[in-house]
């Protein structure tokens, strides 16, 4: 072996020692966690289970705050409900910032209001907020287009008669027409074949994003985006619809009224206009595209997906679909629509709502954040731009909080006197200045279809109670229940 050739293996040597000695290397000081190896982080502590399981595991050993190497980065893991609230409520300005998902950012990069960071989401989300309020409250009200479509959903449940039906697009239909109705200013006919197609693309990203090849795509995504998986398609998917909102928005400018704005994109059409001599303004084109893309998912997929865990809850649990239907019969009859004045005068519903959020846990490991500049927390020093993930699925299972976390009772949202009963530890919709922009809009539409479809309807299923499977099929980003049949039987 020459001089040379020994030389080369000495440095490489050398090099790898160094790698190893010498990772991480980060700014500040980050709470304890597993040794990461270089470049690989925390791989050997992953497993099969995906994200959740691997990070319960490592939160045996290391407590309430730890660190992560998913891949070469560290993330912080925030467990439990006190360590969530101290960041994202009592320090909400420093942990404001939002994190990347590696497998929609070729599409959504950082752009529209869920994605961005520093004064784009800021301008963004209170244009969106401003916006949604004036045509969710204004002219129509919200409740008053939940009402229709709930009664549009009634009519199609009628015609099925009874026959064992896959409920996911009709309660996609129903929940993707509330924000259609205010983003693009109309609602689709069920049979309408653009709809359906937009979301099958939905349902079939969502289903990709909480897939196990996903969470492996975020450990890897600099050296895995070279390779064919799930993130092509879900990027094919994402462009597909963003084709469909940017035809969207070419009808609505070639129609715009400025002195009577329709929907939210002709609102923002008109913003645009108004500040197209601004250089440095966040109302250009790409913001557009982004912001209705994710309201539009955002406010589809997850509503849909509750009522799905809700109504195959309800089949398992025979008897709380029984006593909600007693509730309603009690407060508001059979010859009425459902009202948000209700929702007051009816906890036990109330509560099996909230349960049934608590229990089917959509987002399990919230969508990331990051420290917006040097933050002290707990005694630890976090660098400004370090990854925080708050496990919201650790609050919603806190064992503090709730006393059978991984039951469905809806007593967890009773007190004593049989009233409904706010919880700390209850944050599906996540906390702090980043909580979901449709948390209103989203409560309203679950009490109204919730209690209209059982005013209308009792629910059964050729499965017995004891054999209904409620493990999700997918569980990552987000959690999607198994399949199933549902009979709706008019009362």
């Not at 910032?97 to 989300?125: C, H, Q």
Request: one cysteine or more; charged letters at 20%.
């Amino acid at each position: 072996m020459g001089p040379s050739v020994l030389l080369l293996l000495a440095l490489l040597v050398g090099f790898v020692l160094l790698l190893v000695r010498g990772y991480p290397k980060a700014r500040g000081h980050l709470p304890p966690g597993p040794r990461p190896l270089p470049l690989l982080g925390n791989l050997l502590q992953m497993d099969r289970g995906g994200f959740l399981n691997s990070f319960m595991r490592i939160r045996e050993k290391y407590g309430d705050v730890f660190t992560v190497h998913l891949g070469p980065r560290p993330v912080v893991m925030l467990y439990g409900t006190e360590a969530i609230r101290e960041a994202l409520v009592d320090q909400a300005e420093a942990f404001s910032g939002r994190g990347t998902i590696a497998v929609i950012k070729p599409v959504i990069g950082d752009y529209g209001m869920i994605f961005s960071n520093g004064e784009r989401w800021k301008v963004l989300r209170r244009f969106s907020l401003a916006t949604m309020r004036d045509f969710g409250m204004g002219k129509r009200s919200v409740e008053d287009r939940i009402q229709e479509e709930a009664q549009c959903l009634v009519e199609e449940l009628q015609k099925s008669q009874g026959a064992p039906l896959d409920p996911t697009f009709l309660f996609q239909c129903i929940t993707a027409n509330i924000i259609c109705s205010i983003v693009f200013g109309e609602r689709y006919d069920y049979k309408d074949r653009q709809f359906l197609r937009l979301l099958d693309l939905f349902y079939r990203t969502f289903s990709l994003m909480s897939s196990f090849s996903s969470q492996v795509f975020e450990l890897f995504s600099g050296f895995m985006k070279y390779f064919p998986g799930a993130h092509r398609q879900i990027t094919r998917n994402l462009q597909e619809i963003l084709d469909y909102v940017g035809q969207s928005v070419e009808k609505h400018r070639a129609t715009l009224d400025p002195s009577n704005p329709r929907d939210f994109i002709d609102t923002y059409l008109l913003r645009m206009e108004k500040e197209k001599s601004n250089q440095h303004t966040e109302f250009h084109h790409q913001n557009l595209l982004i912001s209705v893309l994710s309201l539009f998912f955002a406010g589809t997929e997850t509503t849909s997906t509750t009522l799905r865990y809700g109504f195959l809850l309800m089949l398992k649990y025979p008897h709380v679909a029984e006593k909600v239907q007693k509730e309603i019969d009690q407060v508001i009859g059979s010859h009425r629509l459902p009202t948000l004045e209700d929702r007051t005068k009816m906890p036990y519903t109330d509560a099996v709502i909230h349960e049934i959020q608590r229990f089917s846990d959509l987002a399990p490991i919230g969508a990331p954040h990051k420290v917006t500049k040097d933050t002290l927390f707990r005694g630890y020093l976090l660098p400004k731009n370090t990854e925080v993930y708050p496990i919201l699925s650790s609050a919603l299972h806190d064992p503090q909080y709730f006393e059978q976390p991984g039951t469905f009772n809806p007593d967890h949202f009773l007190d004593a006197n049989g009233a409904l009963k706010k919880s700390e530890a209850f944050m599906p919709f996540s906390i702090g200045k980043r909580i979901c922009l449709g948390e209103g809009i989203a409560r309203n539409e679950l009490f109204l279809f919730f209690t209209t479809i059982l005013q209308n309807f009792s629910v059964s299923s050729s499965v017995a109670p004891k054999d209904i499977d409620l493990s999700p099929k997918e569980s990552g980003i987000g959690k999607v229940p198994q399949t199933y049949q549902i009979s709706f039987l008019a009362r």
